[in-house]
T-cell receptor
């Protein structure tokens, strides 16, 4: 059973703390993504990566950074957490390539709910 | 840019009722359209998709038809079950190379026995 695993389902952190959210996929996907999910706003893309050591900004990268040292692992980093970063964070992955027969169809992890006090 | 608009929830229905969740989009070119579902405590799963105008995607009793003339991709099911309670997201993939998925705001469905 292929999957995307997010290491922490629930985290509570304090303002100013450094936060790491880890994501691992076992499908040999090239692409990996970090989204945040907020009520009424749907999913907004924070960062994505097409390959190891590559990263691209999404729609809302401010306050976040990412790391992709290995193909299967994509980490989201909050250098100094703030209360407006309280949210559900979703990791996803997909094969590279065009078209929708298989490529660009995302497989999601279960999510990490972060609360910043 | 691309955008997706969904009806706001929650949508509350009794078991065996007919379901419609509206989705309209704005995009250049010829996007592909998707519905994802998120069950409680889980990540999103692809429910169905359509890649060109007049295509009908279907899965688990759900259907959606790609209507280019009305730029819509409404989700329907003839008889909902309690187990269909979830959040449903409409999404599009632009036809330009390298485009990312654009998601709607999500619609929560609650089905009561």
């Amino acid at each position: 059973d292929v999957k995307v695993t997010q290491s922490s389902r629930y985290l509570v952190k304090r303002t100013g703390e450094k936060v790491f959210l880890e994501c691992v996929q076992d499908m040999d996907h090239e692409n990996m993504f970090w989204y945040r999910q907020d009520p009424g706003l749907g999913l907004r893309l924070i960062y994505f990566s097409y390959d190891v050591k590559m990263k691209e900004k999404g729609d809302i990268p401010e306050g976040y950074s990412v790391s992709r040292e290995k193909k299967e692992r994509f980490s989201l980093i909050l250098e100094s957490a703030s209360t407006n970063q309280t949210s559900m964070y979703l990791c996803a992955s997909s094969f590279r390539g065009q078209g929708v027969s298989g490529a660009n169809v995302l497989t999601f992890g279960a999510g990490s709910r972060l609360t910043v006090l | 840019g691309n955008s997706v608009t969904q009806m706001e929830g929650p949508v509350t229905l009794s078991e065996e009722a007919f379901l419609t969740i509206n989705c309209t989009y704005t995009a250049t070119g010829y996007p592909s359209l998707f519905w994802y579902v998120q069950y409680p405590g889980e990540g999103l799963q692809l429910l169905l998709k359509a890649t060109k105008a007049d295509d009908k995607g279907s899965n688990k009793g759900f259907e959606a038809t790609y209507r280019k003339e009305t730029t819509s991709f409404h989700l329907e099911k003839g008889s909902v079950q309690v187990s269909d309670s979830a959040v449903y997201f409409c999404a599009l993939l632009g036809s330009n190379a390298g485009n990312m998925l654009t998601f709607g705001g999500g619609t929560r469905l609650m089905v009561k026995p």
